[in-house]
């Protein structure tokens, strides 16, 4: 039996994910999906097990791995802009570390790894959208609204990447794709100072 609000949320975060607010300054940024995308294949294979989703080392392995595929060779894969930005989209909450709440209410865009790391203690999604992430169905249907409106262009290497999805059943951290963003992450800290 279809349970008819189940049905209205899914069809709000739909509208959500479809209407993403991204930075087109440079063409349109695939942050957001990728991290979206990386959200839900950590909720998919039970690596996020309740709607707090922290700036962990196998989140940042999984944007990189997606990023590989879906990113943008005009943009940097930096994780910690849609980390913060994404509360904007009102279904992604950042929840302070102790003495950071002014920082994370205020206007004030925090523009590096570090920054965001030190003000946010994880990000919280919604109740409702983490629930329906949970079940296949509804997991699958937000997923082919991400890859459909933000990377259309991109279905074969989506599909690539499936594969090596399936391939890799277990998720097993990247140790050089750790690395590598850890270098960026310096990198990025060493330009914005």
């Known amino acids: 039996m279809v349970d008819f609000d189940q049905l209205k949320q899914l069809e709000y975060y739909s509208t959500k994910f479809a209407r993403l607010r991204v930075d087109r ?22 690596s996020i097990q309740n709607s707090k989703i922290y700036l962990s080392e196998e989140l940042i392995e999984t944007f990189l791995k997606v990023w590989r595929y879906l990113g943008s060779e005009i943009h940097n894969p930096d994780i910690s802009r849609p980390f913060f930005h994404l509360r904007g989209d009102n279904f992604w909450h950042l929840i302070p570390n102790q003495g950071f709440r002014k920082v994370i209410n205020s206007k004030v865009k925090l523009k590096t790894f570090s920054e965001v790391q030190q003000a946010v203690k994880y990000a919280q999604i919604d109740d409702a959208l983490f629930e329906l992430l949970q079940e296949p169905l509804s997991r699958s249907n937000l997923t082919t609204i991400l890859v459909h409106k933000w990377f259309f262009h991109k279905l074969e290497q989506y599909n690539q990447l499936l594969q090596t999805r399936l391939h890799q059943e277990k998720h097993e951290p990247c140790k050089e794709v750790g690395v590598e963003y850890r270098l960026y992450a310096k990198r990025s800290q060493l330009l914005h100072q």
Do not use: D, Q, T, Y
């Open 25 to 46: 300054a440079h063409g349109i940024a695939p942050h957001k999906p990728i991290l979206l995308l990386s959200v839900i294949e950590l909720i998919r294979i039970n």
